[in-house]
């Protein structure tokens, strides 16, 4: 699949695209923290992340440009993997794991089909940090923290060069309601080929640019309009799984070759401010894993 995204990116890279003197700025922010806390409640498996996105480009009219590198996006991205019981993990549970990205990506149409293509580096293990953090922000909380057994056994540190491919078509199916159905594939840190749909209710969001956070399939908004208002977002999506870095076979654990999100959330924006709130439903992951979990997200922007 590696191979074939590659083949797909240099394949759009050598098509024709105009030229143009007109200066690229940065025409958009997005971020999403993400964590089972704000979601079930409890601390485990996909424990916490956040995604960050800042979008350079040649001007916005509200759609996507024809050529690719028009739209730029530097995307950050920080997540916590955990075993169940971070002191004393059951056999078979998962590894724990950190994992800091960092990646640029491109955002274009052609022929009504909404395109995002790009490339990460994936940096895990110790040498993230993101364990002595989370073990900090235990201390501070007074909740149990990783043992030291957890967080030897973690995956190793290494870098992953990983790419990622979006298709999406939008289809109205009233003034204020559209679904989205797409498909993604993912391969370096985790192989995989993936599709879903989403469903939004509600003009917020139409004419701006949204960014689909992968640890949730929840999409946060990046480039924005003016306008204020709302729109209840749904959706899921249903992946084949070929292998993960985070489920390594030296841990004893086998990744499971399907994998399902269910999720639905808020975006409301008034004259200064901007919130949302969503919630997804991760369907199990490894084998061995007894049941699912619920993560939350939110956003929050405050203009004064």
């Known amino acids: 699949m590696f191979r074939v995204l590659t083949a797909i990116c240099i394949a759009l890279m050598a098509l ?9 700025d940065r025409i958009g922010y997005g971020r999403l923290i993400t964590n089972d806390y704000i979601g079930d409640g409890r601390d485990r498996w ?44 059951a056999p078979g549970d ?37 364990d002595d953090l989370q073990a900090s922000f235990h201390d501070l909380v007074g909740v149990d ?6 967080r030897a056994s973690q995956v ?48 917020l969001g139409q004419g701006e640019l ?17 306008a204020g208002g709302y729109a209840f977002v749904m959706g899921g999506d249903i992946a084949a ?8 076979g030296s841990s004893g654990v086998q990744v499971r070759d399907r994998r399902t999100r269910l999720r639905a959330g808020l975006h409301w924006q008034g004259e200064r401010t901007a919130v949302f709130y969503g919630l997804t439903w991760l369907g199990k992951e490894f084998e061995g894993q007894d049941e699912g979990q619920v993560l939350g997200s939110i956003r929050l922007d405050l203009n004064f």
Do not use: C
């Open 145 to 150: 923290k990783a043992s030291s057994l957890t």
């Open 210 to 226: 949204l960014v689909r956070d992968p640890v949730t399939g929840q999409r946060y908004r990046s480039v924005k309009g003016d």
């Open 241 to 248: 799984v070929s292998d993960s870095v985070f489920l390594p």
């Open 156 to 203: 190793g540190n290494d870098i992953h060069p990983s790419l990622v491919g979006e298709a999406g078509r939008e289809v109205p199916l009233g003034p204020n309601a559209r679904m989205r159905p797409f498909i993604e594939a993912r391969a370096g840190v985790e192989t995989l080929l993936r599709a879903g749909v989403d469903v939004t209710f509600g003009a």
């Open 16 to 24: 024709p695209q105009e030229t143009t003197a007109q200066t690229r």
């Open 94 to 130: 998962r590894p724990y794991s950190g994992a800091l990205s960092l990646g640029l990506h491109t955002h274009f149409e052609r022929e009504g089909i909404e395109l995002a293509l790009g490339s990460d580096l994936v940096m895990t293990g110790p040498q993230t940090r993101l």
């Open 46 to 89: 996909r424990s916490g992340s956040v995604a960050s996105s800042r979008v350079w480009g040649r001007g916005w009219s509200g759609a996507l440009p024809y050529d690719i590198g028009d739209i730029l996006e530097l995307r950050l991205g920080a997540q916590i993997i955990a075993p169940e019981n971070l002191v004393n993990p």
